[in-house]
């Protein structure tokens, strides 16, 4: 998978609710202006970007950042800035390099500091594409994932009805939101009000040479099968409803239904035929209730304009809400169901709640989600597939605590490191809050505590998203495939913190013996030193 910004990787299409954009650093404009906010009450932000390669890391120059219809260039670092962004908005960014294909993010804003995020790109087995004359018809498949977009022959036409340049260029990207709900094109939102939980999604872009945008022409149908991806465990439904995403609209209108079917090699996936070239999602509306609480940070301040996730841990969907200028908010989350919870601050993330609704508003009575004051704290996220259904989270603090399932933990003394939220059956996730931070090495690893193989961590996927003071928001998968080791754990990366807080991160990506495991995060306790941020 490639994305986002913790995205996981692959990503998608998006288009959502662009608002007040200024690129800084790389333009093509002569201001470099968008929109700027012309209401003085409006609160704005900003993002440090910086675009890399998913399995080295290594940053890509040169790659094409498009935003609004405008497009820049990251620097020799891979790095650009994005300024006067407004808060509680969704910024949606396409992007592009030589040897990729194109991927889309969509970036929350809240607060006042900078959001330093980290998009990673890469040729993952999610996405296929194809240029070949208009003439030919298009047959675009992913045969392991039971993905597939059929367009006829002489069935594209550009978008402003001018005549196709040269070849047609037509790619499928698949969107599965059991593993990164984030992933989704323009979130959850439904045209009119309300929002859908998905069972998987399809995009296909079309363009002829010169990058112009292709449609369907009139009386042709592309036909879609779309793979199935939910965090819902109950009985599939044999038709669906389908719906498309409207960029103008910002949000999500029903076209039509899909059908279920089971391919040869038993994958099941959700088949239409549809008009539009475009994001398909397979979905169903919520009926919500609303989790109410309030955001604060660690000296009891309350925070406004945070942005509020509740992502479901037993539905596939993640909706969003604001705090008011008290730090209150009221989240609409599926009723009947399980969902973490979670707020960011600028950079800051606070720690999670595992919240299970019923037919009611649910009301957090044990206190407000919490950020750091001090921003000397970090998350680390971690989801996988449907199998292994057991996966669990372990950190080693410089102080020889060991934080994971036997051990949760604590936040408000020491070891300021806690597992928020533990997950046991599928796709997590598993939540860790880090506060205070301790000066020297924090070490994380992964374990398939269900020792399954079939498959392996590596082909879960299992997903790390991780992020804090001056770590950029970073997804990270194993390199390497369990499924011809002996090792059920994988030690994945490594943080050394300075004095002033600043973190290093260090990958690790080693499967460790069992003796390895235990050499590694059972180590004997020291006394700690906390960093001080300046």
């Known amino acids: 998978m490639s994305h986002r910004i913790t995205v996981k990787s692959k990503q998608l299409l998006t288009a959502s609710l662009i608002a007040t954009l200024m690129l800084a650093g790389c333009n093509n404009d002569s201001d470099n202006t968008v929109i700027t906010p012309s209401n ?8 440090l970007g910086t675009v890399v390669d998913q399995a080295s890391l290594v940053p890509i120059a040169n790659a094409t950042v498009s935003v609004a219809g405008q497009t820049y260039q990251t620097d020799a670092n891979g790095q650009f800035e994005l300024n006067n962004l407004q808060t509680g908005q969704s910024v949606n960014i396409t992007i592009t390099a030589e040897g990729y294909p194109a991927r ?26 194809t240029t070949q004359l208009a003439s030919e018809a298009v047959n675009l498949s992913i045969d392991e994932l039971g993905a597939q977009v059929i367009i006829p022959p002489n069935a594209l036409q550009r978008a402003d009805g001018q005549p196709i340049v040269g070849n047609v260029t037509v790619e499928m990207d698949v969107v599965t939101p059991s593993i990164d709900p984030e992933e989704m094109p323009g979130g959850y939102g439904i045209v009119g009000g309300g929002f859908m939980e998905s069972w998987g999604a399809l995009i296909i872009t079309a ?28 009985p599939l439904q044999q038709q669906m409803p389908l719906f498309f995403y409207d960029a103008v609209q910002a949000g999500w209108v029903q076209t039509g239904s899909a059908n279920l079917q089971t391919l040869d090699n038993n994958i099941q996936v959700y088949t239409a035929e549809v008009e539009q070239i475009g994001p398909w999602n397979v979905d169903v509306a919520m009926e919500t209730v609303d989790v109410v609480g309030c955001v604060a940070d660690t000296d009891g301040t309350r925070i406004n304009n945070a942005v509020v996730k509740g992502d479901g841990i037993n539905y596939s969907a993640i909706t969003t809400a604001i705090t008011d200028s008290n730090g209150n908010f009221n989240l609409p989350v599926r009723r009947d169901s399980q969902m973490l919870v979670v707020a960011q601050n600028g950079s800051r993330t606070s720690n999670a709640k595992s919240i299970r609704t019923l037919n009611t508003n649910y009301v957090i009575n044990d206190g407000c989600l919490t950020v750091s004051t001090a921003n000397d704290s970090l998350s680390i996220r971690l989801t996988w597939g ?39 059956d599928s796709f997590g996730p598993e939540f860790i809050t880090v506060r205070n931070l301790m000066v020297g090495r924090y070490r994380y690893g992964v374990e398939n505590y269900s020792e399954t193989k ?4 590596k082909n879960s996927p299992i997903t790390v998203f991780l992020t804090g003071p001056t770590i950029r928001s ?11 080791n002996a090792s059920i754990f994988w030690h994945s990366f490594d943080l050394v913190v300075d004095s002033r807080c600043n973190i290093t991160y260090e990958s690790v ?10 050499d590694t995060f059972e180590v004997s306790p020291s006394t700690p030193t906390y960093c001080v941020t300046p």
């Open 207 to 234: 363009t002829d040479s010169d990058n112009n945008e292709l449609v369907l022409n009139d009386n042709n149908v592309a036909s879609l099968a779309i793979p199935v991806s939910t965090r819902s465990l109950e």
């Open 386 to 424: 449907e199998q292994p259904e057991d996966v669990d989270s372990h950190l080693l603090t410089p102080s020889g605590d060991h934080i994971y399932f036997g051990n949760e933990g604590r936040l408000g003394i020491a070891p300021f490191a806690n597992l928020d939220v533990d997950d046991t």
């Open 40 to 47: 003085p009450s409006i609160t704005v932000g900003s993002i």
């Open 454 to 457: 079939n498959p392996g961590l």
């Open 509 to 518: 990506d080693r499967w460790l013996t069992t003796q390895e495991s235990l």
């Open 474 to 484: 970073r997804t990270l998968t194993p390199s390497l495939n369990d499924n011809n």
């Open 104 to 129: 889309n993010f969509s970036t929350s804003i809240s607060g006042n500091t900078p959001l330093e995020v980290e998009y990673q790109l890469t040729n993952d087995a999610t996405v296929v594409s």
